[in-house]
């Protein structure tokens, strides 16, 4: 079945750039989303379609695919953002069509 | 705004159903460009996709392979929600349940809102 691979976590610093990384076969060829998680909450969209954000989330969150990688870039990073990030995929061929990846968990320094 | 509010029992016994129903406001269950989605996230399974049920022309229903055999997820147009039913339960099946609309973006549903999220324990 699909897999999504994620690293588990990131660290920046304040003020920092955050990269979290999302890589898997074909990925090239599907749209990528991306979620943020706080604990005890549920996930909150914060990308889709692999660039476009929904509205309210600041233009900080942004995302971008290269190849069968996709990557979720936070700007200026707040110690707000320091949260689990989900990337997701809709596979149709799949016999699992919507797939989660692993998580990562940003930290902020 | 669109918001989902989901209810059920936070406890179910080994064998039995669990169900759980999500109250639609603010958009309906019936609607030709949503999906109405129920997704589970436990400490072993990570986020995991359960199904949809959406209304096009007809209501259609897509299913995950791991639970296909025993789950139903139905609308219910008259209270605008939908439900999940989940049978022969086990303790594998314990974990945290939401509900969410899927919207088209690109070549698949982005999950835009969520329900707040229900703790099921499977336990005797």
Known sequence: ?109 | QVQLQQSGPGLVKPSQTLSLTCAISGDSVSSNSAAWNWIRQSPSRGLEWLGRTFYRSKWLNDYALSVKSRIIINPDTSKNQFSLHLSSVTPEDTAVYYCGRGRMAGSGDALDIWGQGTMVTVSS
Not at chain 1, 1 to 6: C, D, E, G
């Open chain 1, 1 to 109: 079945s699909y897999v999504l691979t994620q690293p588990p976590s990131v660290s920046v610093a304040p003020g920092q750039t955050a990269r979290i990384t999302c890589g898997g076969n074909n990925v090239g060829g599907v749209s990528v989303h991306w979620y943020q998680q706080k604990p005890g909450q549920a996930p909150v969209l914060v990308v889709y379609g692999d660039s476009d954000r929904p509205s309210g989330i600041p233009e900080r969150f942004s995302g971008s695919k290269s190849g069968n990688t996709a990557t979720l870039t936070i700007s200026r990073v707040e110690a707000g953002d320091e949260a689990d990030y989900y990337c997701q995929v809709w596979d149709i061929s799949s016999i699992h069509p919507v797939v989660f990846g692993g998580g990562t968990t940003l930290t902020v320094l």
